[in-house]
């Protein structure tokens, strides 16, 4: 009996709702049912928004001159670009940050195989022997190995090294694919993830897997080997200024600072916003040192067994790190148009239902003349503000908003993430004004990095200036530096300022018969080197 009752109460219940939702609403909020309909719709939709909004409330960026490295952090989850992993210092790479790092893959990937460099792959898995037989290289990796003792059920009879970097496991190979100099050069890339066990890590700039490409190459001469080091810092160089709109100083690592095996390494440095540097790539002239350990040998003209001279180079996801600590603000990170998954977001608003056909016919005629560019049309539920906001944080270059006055007047308000500033253009120089901002933002980001870095370098004359710009004022100090370990370590020590580089001629104003006096110890120098606290 009581379940009977049960059923005939919600029965009424029902009723009763009915009554309430035909009779009642519709005289309280007008007299046609289409109206009333309109207006629940509304509240729905309104209620749906404000629940939306409220997820939304709880995105809060810290401001950068406030805590910069919590304002990196904010930045990536507000634009949603990534996040650690349940492994410490590993991080998940989320769709947006993923998008960002396959189109630098696909600009860089295309200048790598212009250049005639051909892509491979090699094993994730390295016999540790490999690493122990270059002694330099396995000193300077064996920290941050990560190593395999147990596979199958059982222990391994040899331990495998997970790649911190492939070398050794390539130059194997390529001991068994050059025989003469017809062979030669190889020029070898291959995109992947390696690991290095981090202590303290950070989401890009140094997670203890990640991702990255790397080169290697083999020549005949030594000359042959520096000049491709050098052509490919060059590329780095190009890429990063021409892409990221991030400009670099370019030269070489002091001894301590070199990769571990190489003779010399080259380096591209960038200055962050919180005027730290940032290595952001780096190509390696390894000499013979890899060849004489993998038994890497050709045949020369004369019939002359010799061994191949070698490098390496890469740059890893920390690029995208890079792009945010250089042009990020308080709202988000700001993505170059160049390398920009998005680049356009239209945002069409309206009031009612009428309103909003309208602008979304206008918004999808207009992204039909901008098709070569990538595009959202943003017509969710959700009130313009916030639709705005998302855009903003995540660094799409132009916002493009379609009102009901802008259908009226054939125009459409368009909204640079860069500075902000708005401009009304014309429905039918839209495709044209679109191309030339787009251009004017990636120069614009560009220019004001650049100018932030130069207003950021300090000449350097004594060694009280050096430890004051350091300490109170930061980012890139240009001195005379005598070239020993003793004094780079000293300055290490005194102000962790370390020598970036020692930048190449052409960016230096001082030609080779440069002389001056070391900013440490006051002898001779022969060359300027660059300092700064790195990440
Ligand atoms: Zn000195």
Known sequence: ????????????????????????????????????????????????????????????????????????????????????????????????????????????????????????????????????????????????????????????????????????????????????????????????????????????????????????????????????????????????????????????????????????????????????????????????NFAKVFDVKFLDKSGNEQYVWQTSWGVSTRLIGAVIMVHGDDKGIIVPPRIAPICIAIVPIWKNSEEKVKTIEVAKKLTKTISSFSFVIDDRDLRPAWRYYEWERKGIPIRVEIGPRDVENNQAVLVRRDTGEKIIVSQDEFAARIAEILNSIQQNLYNRAKQFRDENTHDVKSWNEFQRIIEHQGGFIRADWCGSVECETKIKEITKATVRCIPFEKDEKHNEKHEGICVYCGKTSRSRALFGRAY
């Open 1 to 288: 009996m009581d379940l009977f009752f049960s059923k005939i109460r919600q029965v009424l219940d029902k009723i009763y709702l009915l009554f309430i939702k035909n009779k009642i609403k519709p005289e309280r909020f007008g007299k046609s049912s289409g109206k009333y309909i309109d207006n629940q719709k509304k509240r729905n939709e309104e209620s749906k928004m404000i629940s939306d909004e409220k997820k939304e409330t709880k995105i809060k960026i810290v401001k950068r001159n406030e805590n910069f490295s919590q304002w990196y952090l904010d930045v990536i989850a507000a634009a949603d670009l990534a996040d650690y992993a349940p492994v410490k210092g590993c991080m998940v790479i989320k769709p947006y940050g993923y998008a960002i790092w396959e189109n630098i893959q696909k600009v860089l990937d295309s200048m790598i195989k212009a250049t005639g460099h051909k892509n491979a792959y090699f094993p994730v898995f390295i016999p540790e022997s490999f690493l122990e037989r270059e002694t330099e290289h396995v000193e300077g990796f064996s920290p941050e190995l990560a190593v395999v003792t147990h596979a199958g059920g059982k222990k391994l009879e040899e331990n495998l090294v997970v790649r911190p970097t492939s070398e050794t496991i390539i130059y194997s190979s390529f001991a068994k694919w050059i025989h003469s100099w017809r062979d030669l050069p190889l020029l070898i890339n291959q995109w992947c993830n390696v690991v290095r066990w981090e202590m303290r890590p950070r989401l890009f700039l140094r997670t203890t897997e990640f991702l990255w490409q790397e080169g290697h190459t083999a020549h005949a001469t030594h000359d042959e080997a520096q000049e491709e080091a050098r052509r490919m810092i060059e590329i780095y160089r190009n890429f990063v200024e021409d892409y990221l709109a991030i400009p670099v100083v370019v030269g070489r690592k002091s001894e301590s600072e070199k990769f571990a095996g190489a003779l010399e390494t080259l380096t591209i440095e960038g200055l962050m916003q919180d005027k730290k540097v940032l290595q952001c790539g780096t190509s390696h002239d390894l000499g013979q």
